[in-house]
């Protein structure tokens, strides 16, 4: 996959199928945009998305709103679907001010343009004037096929990164993953920590992710986790790891993930990894000794093994 970002310059001199959207999250609705573009692509043009590298209302509205999907994980998620080409668009003043009409003709004759494909909600262009009936105006002068996508419903609700976002708030990651279509997931390089997991018995892996990132509740999950390519299975803590001291001159430790991996035993320190939440167990707990987070944790690990069907490996 090409990645073209930081850059209003761009230019595809192949003939493409194009859908553009926030696509935070990557969930089930986004989906069927990307199942339809691939479709496309079958058809002989190239597969073309074409997103911002911050969602534009954080900029129209100043929104603090954290995000479900990093740039760095959409790279990823969309190079693992077959994507050609990826645009992260920086959103500029001036693109945030453009005419739709003259957004749709940028793009259009920048990427060469013979197939868009949107949800049924799509807006662009200044106060996102522009939707799918002026896409369809302008489809003969331009030369291109639309086809719109109607929204996929879960519940009796259309699902939208908002949803998602409601559900994983509120700790309800199996809602959050059949919204999404996939467990709800950080990625991040694995860290050297304080190490007090290995001391105790349960070394765990230990990430910090992104800023923008939406965190589920603090607590423990069970949880999954992607090394080189393969899945294992254990338990992951959300949170500041209350019953450890931090370190000198600092009042807390810093938010992080850990997991505890079933039956792991390799050293994947500086690993990229991504770490999927299946079901939330418990809140974080601050224990009035280690040896008291020591039992708990043996009953954590209980609780990963029965959710995955895992026995014990001696």
């Not at 662009?124 to 489809?139: C, I, P, Q, S």
């Amino acid at each position: 996959m090409i990645c073209l970002e930081h850059t209003e310059q761009f230019h595809i001199e192949t003939p493409c199928a194009l859908s553009l959207g926030k696509f935070d999250g990557l969930h089930r609705g986004h989906e069927e945009l990307l199942r339809r573009l691939m479709d496309k692509r079958k058809e002989g043009l190239l597969a073309a998305v074409f997103t911002f590298d911050i969602p534009p209302k954080k900029l129209t509205e100043g929104s603090g709103v954290k995000l479900l999907s990093t740039n760095a994980e959409k790279r990823a998620l969309f190079e693992e679907r077959g994507i050609d080409y990826l645009l992260q668009c920086p959103f500029t003043p001036e693109i945030m001010c453009m005419e739709p009409e003259a957004f749709l003709d940028w793009i259009v004759r920048s990427l060469h343009v013979k197939s868009i494909v949107v949800g049924e909600d799509f807006g662009f262009g200044h106060n996102r004037r522009g939707d799918h009936r002026l896409l369809a105006r302008f489809a003969d002068e331009y030369g291109y096929a639309l086809e719109v996508v109607r929204k996929i419903r879960y519940d009796g609700r259309d699902i939208s990164s908002t949803y998602i976002r409601e559900e994983i708030l509120n700790g309800n990651m199996e809602t959050a993953a059949n919204l999404l279509g996939h467990p709800y997931g950080i990625d991040g390089t694995v860290l050297t920590g304080n190490r007090i997991g290995r001391t105790i018995g349960f070394p765990t892996a230990n990430i910090v992710a992104e800023p923008a990132k939406l965190l589920p509740p603090f607590g423990v999950y069970a949880s999954s986790i992607d090394i080189r390519g393969k899945r294992y299975y254990g338990i992951a803590n959300i949170g500041r790891k209350p019953t450890i001291k931090p370190k000198d001159g600092e009042t807390q430790n810093p938010i992080g993930v850990e997991m505890h991996i079933l039956d792991f035993h390799e050293d994947i320190y500086c690993e990229p990894v991504r770490i999927h939440f299946y079901a939330f167990e418990r809140p974080e707990t601050r224990f009035g000794s280690v040896e008291a987070l020591k039992a708990q944790i043996e009953k954590d690990i209980v609780f990963g093994r029965t959710y995955f069907g895992k026995s014990e490996t001696r």
